[in-house]
């Protein structure tokens, strides 16, 4: 049974639309639908009668007219259809009624109105969904799953969506939780007959568990990057000296003219970003403050902010102005790999990587290309061995490639899109696989971590047994937060007020 005692009601749909969906929910739904609905007359041929939806059963719809008013008044709304859902087998595991009517927004305001004349109210932002969590249709993490699955730009941030509001984040926890509650019964078992100090959890055995467990959100902690990638966009800093074409170059990228651009140096002094599909994976472009030295303070503070850019991005590209002089060239190309992390960047697909753009190559000599190839090639190779895209173009490793570009003439831009696109290609396939992309699972990941390593500590110590199970205990609250089972109203509003109204 419902602990919900209101009927709710909203629409389900997004207006503008030739068709609208008006959803009702709650033990009243059906019997206030019913009051101002009326079924169409079946042809006498087919020996049918009209069926009130007070007699329907789940999972049918039904033809008719809504109407207002009574007896001479009475008025007709719209021709609709009406699906009946009965509870359990609903969406919010109440009985519930969808109405699909024409999408005028008057019609829709007229429904409504008589909905709430009838005893409904409406529903507030994500109302469904949490009734659906609370009735047990789901867990906390398939809720917010739902609101993911709505806000997916791409094929592979609906994959991960998918994927968890079909229980396979879910699942992996609820493993996790079964092996610590194993131990920590065990453990608990102990204490009860500590007086005739008998051993239940053979510890070399517990430490195995719990390798396996902490192993495992690990490595769902070490996903989050990723994964916030691939549903927020793959985060991409274009990063350079001033006025060395990285304005131009977003433009280029976006195919309109986004950023403003001038021969003036430090026109941007504010970070500037869109994001831009390529071939099914989302990417967040970045455009930053030109990086140099200046007095002026607001620049300083951009300039600020372009190194924070680049510190949180997973690919950075480094324009370079092949026009300037070659210490500038490298000076530049030195300031940025600063900011890289102390490891090299490449390996999987959630690593910092960085792509060298060598800009203004069709105003640029022979000479100055070459020069610049090498002295790159001579740095990146010295701080960090890596294999780069020689001057000819053909490609001798895929760590650090450098292309050469025009952006004002839009030249070289689709080669280095292309090897951008195949380099995060994987993220299609890797969003398969769990990752964790809430930030809420994220910190309750962390919690249930440090709480295991605490357990890991007690085992190689002479740490009391019941410290040790009151660790496990935690680790399994944490864990416990993620899918709802352990939650505060507080955690719930917080959710849920980031909803649709109609979800």
Same mark, same amino acid.
């Given at each position: 049974?419902?602990?919900?005692t209101n009927t709710i009601c909203a629409?389900?749909?997004?207006?503008?639309?030739?068709?609208?969906? !008006?959803?009702?929910?709650?033990?009243?739904?059906?019997?206030?639908?019913?009051?101002?609905?009326?079924?169409?007359?079946?042809?006498?041929?087919?020996?049918?009668?009209?069926?009130?939806?007070?007699?329907?059963?789940?999972?049918?719809?039904?033809?008719?007219?809504?109407?207002?008013?009574?007896?001479?008044?009475?008025?007709?709304?719209?021709?609709?259809?009406?699906?009946?859902?009965?509870?359990?087998?609903?969406?919010?595991?109440? *009985?519930?009624?969808?109405?699909?009517?024409?999408?005028?927004?008057?019609?829709?305001?007229?429904? #409504?109105?008589?909905?709430?004349?009838?005893?409904?109210?409406?529903?507030?932002?994500?109302?469904?969904?949490?009734?659906?969590?609370?009735?047990?249709?789901?867990?906390?993490?398939?809720?917010?799953?739902?609101?993911?699955?709505?806000?997916?730009?791409?094929?592979?941030?609906?994959?991960?969506?998918?994927?968890?509001?079909?229980?396979?984040?879910?699942?992996? #926890?609820?493993?996790?939780?079964?092996?610590?509650?194993?131990?920590?019964? #065990?453990?608990?078992?102990?204490?009860?007959?500590?007086?005739?100090?008998?051993?239940?959890?053979?510890?070399?055995?517990?430490?195995?568990?719990?390798?396996?467990?902490?192993?495992?959100?690990?490595?769902?902690?070490?996903?989050?990057?990723?994964? *916030?990638?691939?549903?927020?966009?793959?985060?991409?800093?274009?990063?350079?000296?001033? *006025?060395?074409?990285?304005?131009?170059?977003?433009?280029?990228?976006?195919?309109?003219?986004?950023?403003?651009?001038?021969?003036?140096?430090?026109?941007?002094?504010?970070?500037?970003?869109?994001?831009?599909? !390529?071939?099914?994976?989302?990417?967040?472009?970045?455009?930053?403050?030109?990086?140099?030295?200046?007095?002026?303070?607001?620049?300083?503070i951009g300039i600020e902010r372009a190194?924070?850019?680049?510190?949180?991005?997973?690919?950075?590209?480094?324009?370079?102005?092949?026009?300037?002089?070659?210490?500038?060239?490298?000076?530049?190309?030195?300031?940025?790999?600063?900011?890289?992390?102390?490891?090299?960047?490449?390996?999987?697909?959630?690593?910092?990587?960085?792509?060298?753009?060598? %800009?203004?190559?069709?105003?640029?000599?022979?000479?100055?290309?070459?020069?610049?190839?090498?002295?790159?090639?001579?740095?990146?190779?010295?701080?960090?061995?890596?294999?780069?895209?020689?001057?000819?173009?053909?490609?001798?490793?895929?760590?650090?490639?450098?292309?050469?570009?025009?952006?004002?003439?839009?030249?070289?831009?689709?080669?280095?899109?292309?090897?951008?696109?195949?380099?995060?290609?994987?993220? %299609?396939?890797?969003?398969?696989?769990?990752?964790?992309? %809430?930030?809420?699972?994220?910190?309750? #990941?962390?919690?249930?971590?440090?709480?295991?390593?605490?357990?890991?500590?007690?085992?190689?110590?002479?740490?009391?047994?019941?410290?040790?199970?009151?660790?496990?205990?935690?680790?399994?609250?944490?864990?416990?937060? !993620?899918?709802?089972?352990?939650?505060?109203?507080?955690?719930?509003? %917080?959710?849920?007020? *980031?909803?649709c109204i109609g979800k």
């Amino acid at each position: 049974m419902s602990i919900f005692t209101n009927t709710i009601c909203a629409p389900a749909s997004s207006g503008g639309g030739a068709i609208s969906v !008006i959803r009702v929910s709650g033990d009243k739904a059906i019997e206030i639908v019913d009051r101002i609905f009326s079924p169409a007359v079946a042809p006498e041929h087919t020996g049918m009668r009209p069926v009130s939806l007070m007699e329907a059963k789940g999972y049918s719809m039904h033809f008719g007219s809504i109407y207002a008013g009574d007896g001479e008044e009475r008025r007709q709304i719209d021709e609709v259809i009406v699906s009946v859902f009965r509870a359990p087998a609903s969406y919010t595991g109440e *009985n519930s009624v969808e109405i699909s009517c024409h999408g005028s927004s008057y019609i829709v305001q007229e429904i #409504l109105d008589l909905l709430i004349q009838g005893g409904a109210k409406m529903a507030a932002p994500g109302e469904f969904t949490q009734r659906a969590f609370v009735n047990g249709k789901m867990d906390l993490s398939q809720a917010e799953a739902v609101a993911d699955l709505i806000a997916s730009q791409t094929e592979a941030a609906h994959r991960i969506a998918m994927n968890q509001l079909k229980g396979g984040f879910s699942d992996e #926890l609820s493993e996790m939780r079964q092996e610590l509650l194993h131990i920590v019964s #065990l453990m608990e078992l102990e204490l009860d007959f500590s007086e005739e100090e008998v051993e239940f959890a053979d510890r070399r055995e517990l430490r195995e568990l719990l390798d396996k467990v902490t192993n495992h959100i690990g490595r769902l902690i070490s996903s989050f990057s990723l994964g *916030n990638a691939i549903k927020n966009g793959v985060p991409v800093a274009i990063a350079g000296a001033t *006025n060395s074409g990285k304005s131009t170059l977003l433009n280029a990228i976006l195919g309109e003219n986004r950023a403003i651009v001038s021969d003036i140096a430090g026109t941007t002094r504010d970070t500037i970003e869109e994001t831009f599909n !390529i071939d099914g994976v989302l990417f967040r472009f970045i455009d930053t403050a030109g990086l140099r030295n200046s007095d002026d303070v607001i620049e300083r503070i951009g300039i600020e902010r372009a190194y924070s850019k680049i510190d949180e991005a997973l690919l950075v590209l480094a324009v370079c102005d092949l026009t300037s002089p070659l210490e500038d060239i490298i000076s530049s190309a030195r300031d940025i790999l600063g900011r890289i992390d102390g490891d090299s960047p490449g390996g999987g697909a959630g690593d910092k990587k960085v792509v060298f753009l060598l %800009n203004k190559s069709d105003i640029a000599s022979e000479e100055q290309k070459c020069e610049a190839v090498r002295s790159l090639e001579s740095l990146l190779k010295d701080c960090r061995g890596l294999q780069l895209r020689d001057n000819s173009g053909s490609c001798t490793g895929s760590l650090c490639p450098i292309f050469f570009i025009s952006a004002k003439e839009k030249i070289g831009i689709r080669e280095f899109i292309d090897h951008i696109s195949s380099t995060y290609r994987t993220l %299609n396939a890797l969003s398969e696989t769990s990752l964790v992309t %809430n930030v809420r699972h994220l910190e309750a #990941l962390k919690a249930a971590q440090e709480s295991l390593l605490r357990v890991r500590e007690g085992l190689d110590t002479t740490t009391p047994t019941d410290l040790i199970a009151q660790d496990i205990r935690e680790a399994l609250y944490h864990l416990g937060t !993620i899918v709802g089972e352990i939650t505060t109203d507080e955690v719930l509003g %917080n959710i849920f007020r *980031n909803f649709c109204i109609g979800k």
